[in-house]
């Protein structure tokens, strides 16, 4: 069985690339030393999925139409999903990995993933508690995940007794913050939410530290990994929390045993795990169940896709997710608290 692995190696995302090819390599292997998918062996075939990639769409329509892939596992920005599902969409099963804004229905795609809401109302509220701010900012990149979270982000912030006092998007590979900061001290927010992702949410916190903002203004996001934070730097990191679905220092059975894993096959120089990277093992594992599902059902291959994920799935998964069916992915949501070059993952019950 082959699988077409769609990862970004270049680009503004680009240092998601490491982790998730290492973290599906894992899971191929784990995979082939049981009984493979539905009793076949798999194999894994790596197509760029940057914001950079060329020819993306024509290039996966081939492989499609040729038979050379057999289901894709995704990695990668909403914005590049939209591409390939002009390619794939409705023909083979694929599998979308990161955290999204949700709504996704075609036949044949499973969003996996942490959704917007069940991130951000429940962290803008903590973080009203303990904060108090009342003018907040949003700034993310231009593209469909940033522009739908800060719709809904607006709706939370003002439920929480908040404004927003402004909501700016920058193309990818901006590099220049100087208009955005300018406009983040001259409204007087105390409060940030980012919706830039990979080395613009690198960039845009250096700026937004050197600038001397963060003893100014607390900082939320909903995309920013263990890689962003090691390249942000621990002086830039003041009041910088994180809502997630996973984090590497998260003490529970399923992430200790997951490291263990990841440790004992890469060793000390593995690429460094963060929620982007480590979403391709859960989505090659729950590939996986979901065709074992389907052997068990006796489906034929001309079913169709929209007979697949009906029923629940367990299928391994480091962030403790489950499968309710009917395309309803549950994972626990964590916030945390950057310090140094780590998260700290605050505890449920002060997270409350």
Not at 301 to 307: E, F, R, Y
Request: hydrophobic share 45%.
């Amino acid at each position: 069985m082959t699988i077409a692995l769609c990862v970004p190696l270049g680009g503004a995302a680009g240092l998601w690339g490491p982790c998730a090819l290492a973290s599906a390599q894992l899971a191929v292997a784990e995979l082939n030393a049981a009984s493979g998918i539905a009793g076949r062996p798999c194999r894994l075939v790596t197509i760029n999925a940057g914001d950079d990639a060329r020819e993306l769409e024509s290039a996966l329509t081939s492989l499609v139409d040729e038979g050379e892939i057999d289901a894709l596992v995704g990695m990668h920005t909403s914005a590049v999903r939209y591409d390939l599902l002009k390619a794939v969409g409705g023909h083979i099963p694929f599998i979308y990995t990161p955290l999204y804004e949700g709504g996704e229905r075609t036949p044949g795609v499973f969003a996996i993933g942490e959704t917007t809401p069940r991130q951000l109302q429940p962290a803008i509220q903590w973080l009203t508690t303990q904060f108090r701010p009342k003018r907040w900012f949003f700034v993310g990149n231009d593209y469909v995940w940033p522009h739908a979270t800060h719709r809904l982000a607006h709706r939370f912030v003002t439920e929480a007794g908040a404004q927003v006092v402004g909501d700016m998007y920058l193309p990818f590979g901006a590099g220049e913050y100087d208009g955005v900061l300018d406009a983040i001290r001259e409204r007087r927010a105390d409060a940030v939410l980012l919706s830039l992702i990979g080395q613009d949410t690198i960039d845009f916190n250096r700026a937004f530290g050197e600038a001397g903002l963060a003893q100014k203004a607390v900082r939320l996001s909903c995309a920013l990994g263990e890689n962003e934070l090691l390249g942000i730097g621990a002086r830039n990191t003041a009041d910088l929390y994180v809502a997630s679905g996973y984090f590497a220092s998260l003490r529970t059975d399923a992430n200790l045993a997951f490291k263990e894993r990841y440790l004992g096959r890469f060793g000390a120089r593995a690429p460094t795990l963060d929620t982007f990277g480590q979403s391709t093992y859960e989505g090659i594992h729950f590939l996986a169940a979901l065709f074992d599902d389907a052997q068990r059902r006796r489906l034929s291959q001309d079913a169709g896709l929209a007979q697949l994920g009906i029923a629940p799935l367990s299928y391994r998964s480091a962030r403790g997710a489950a499968y309710a069916g009917g395309r309803v992915n549950h994972m626990p949501i964590h916030l945390a608290r950057a310090e140094g070059h780590r998260f700290e993952v605050i505890p449920r019950d002060q997270a409350a």
